[in-house]
């Protein structure tokens, strides 16, 4: 188990003072508290120290324990036995912050020394939503054509969620009410889930729309004529005009990606010609192509 | 809107431990929007984890008003920038190779 440095973590020395412990916490929760630093995990895990650190050193009876077995913890455990029969008083500021504390939110090293549970006096005893659960879920771009239910395993919990077709990449939902447990009786936080969607191998998509590359052979580009075009939807037959030339596009109305939130409504799907030209030639079609050559220049 | 989807003020109040004053004074700093509805000042449901979130900042960190009010204002131009971003980052996937 690591030895926690609660000094180190406030930034400072083992003779400080109330005054400088409190002054040091403040500091440093303002300036990792979650709610200045939305999703950043580092940030909650730091402020989670640092909120241990005060936990700890602004309780005397806490902070006389950790400075004589901190570094010792084998003693620690045998001084906690001897404890149990003392009854434990509180003290100290905490900070109560409401996306949730519970022994969980502490280190192994706190929860061993002192049971994992805050000082019952140690913070204002209102009602706080419950913590925020942040979860990511990878699925494929063709998972997310159509609507379709899925379960998921949070905390141990299986929850089924339906998810809608179009959710695009880096995008978050909130599953009202899954989340943490709340605090003093109030309500449960919630579970934000954010997409990671995979690129596909043929359709990239930008927003609702779809870009695909379509190779089309020289005859084809040049004379024109029916191309068969895949589609996430099955294929389509497109006329090609004559002349087709190599890069350019062609855009198919309604064959995107659908739309989040709004059935029947589509992107549309950009396919761009890539023509291929013809290798291991005949005798014959060279001298073709030698005419076609002088013909046209 | 249905009435469901408001909180009234005293309710919130009463289940925070803070004081009337105290959202009268985020009202007044442009902070929240409280409609009144049957006679009674409410927040709307959707709004209430902005202000726990200001609660948090008042009383835990002991921020004042004009703080609040630069925080929240800072807060939601990232989250902006961070919604660009994603965008952005979707749009050169047009140019990844798997």
């Known amino acids: ?297 | 809107m249905q009435t469901e989807e408001f909180i009234s003020i005293e309710t919130f109040c009463a289940y925070h431990g803070v004081e009337f004053a105290f959202i009268n004074t985020l009202e007044e700093f442009g902070l929240l929007e409280l409609p009144t509805i049957n006679q009674t000042k409410c927040i709307p449901s959707v709004q209430l984890a902005h202000l726990e979130k200001i609660v948090r900042l008042h009383f835990d960190l002991d921020i004042n008003m004009e703080g609040i009010e630069a925080i929240v204002h800072l807060l939601n131009r990232i989250e902006n920038l961070q919604a660009e971003i994603t965008a952005l980052k979707n749009q050169l996937r047009l140019y990844e190779d798997i």
């Open chain 1, 1 to 297: 188990m690591e030895i926690i440095d609660y000094y180190k973590v406030l930034g400072l020395d083992k003779n400080a003072g109330e005054k400088e412990i409190k002054k040091a916490f403040r500091k440093l929760a303002r300036k990792y508290h979650p709610d200045l630093n939305p999703s950043d995990k580092a940030a909650q895990k730091k402020f989670q120290q640092i909120n241990e650190a005060n936990e700890v050193l602004s309780d005397p009876e806490k902070r006389a324990k950790y400075d004589k077995y901190g570094k010792d913890w084998e003693h620690a455990e045998a001084f906690e036995k001897a404890r149990q029969t003392q009854r434990q008083s509180g003290g100290g500021e905490g900070y109560r912050f409401s996306e949730g504390t519970s022994s969980e939110d502490f280190s192994d090293f706190f929860n061993s020394m002192f049971g994992g549970s805050r000082s019952a006096d140690s913070a204002r005893t209102v009602k706080f939503r419950g913590q925020d659960y942040h979860a990511e879920l990878s699925l494929s771009l063709t998972d997310v054509y159509k609507t379709h239910k899925r379960t998921l395993t949070v905390n141990g919990k299986n929850i089924r969620i339906s998810i809608p077709a179009g959710v695009d990449n880096g995008q978050a939902i909130k599953i009202k009410g899954h989340g943490g447990p709340g605090i003093n009786g109030g309500p449960n936080g919630d579970l934000y889930i954010t997409f990671s969607i995979a690129n596909h191998s043929r359709f990239k998509r930008v927003g609702n729309d779809l870009f695909t590359t379509n190779e089309l052979d020289l005859y084809k580009a040049v004379l024109g004529g029916e191309v068969i075009v895949d589609t996430l939807d099955g294929q389509v037959k497109l006329l090609l005009k004559p002349e087709t030339q190599n890069g350019s596009k062609v855009k198919l109305k309604g064959k995107g990606f659908p739309v989040y939130k709004k059935e029947g409504e589509f992107g549309d799907l950009y396919v761009t010609w890539s023509v291929k030209i013809p290798g291991n030639l005949s005798e014959k079609q060279k001298a073709l192509f030698e005419e076609l050559s002088k013909l046209s220049s």
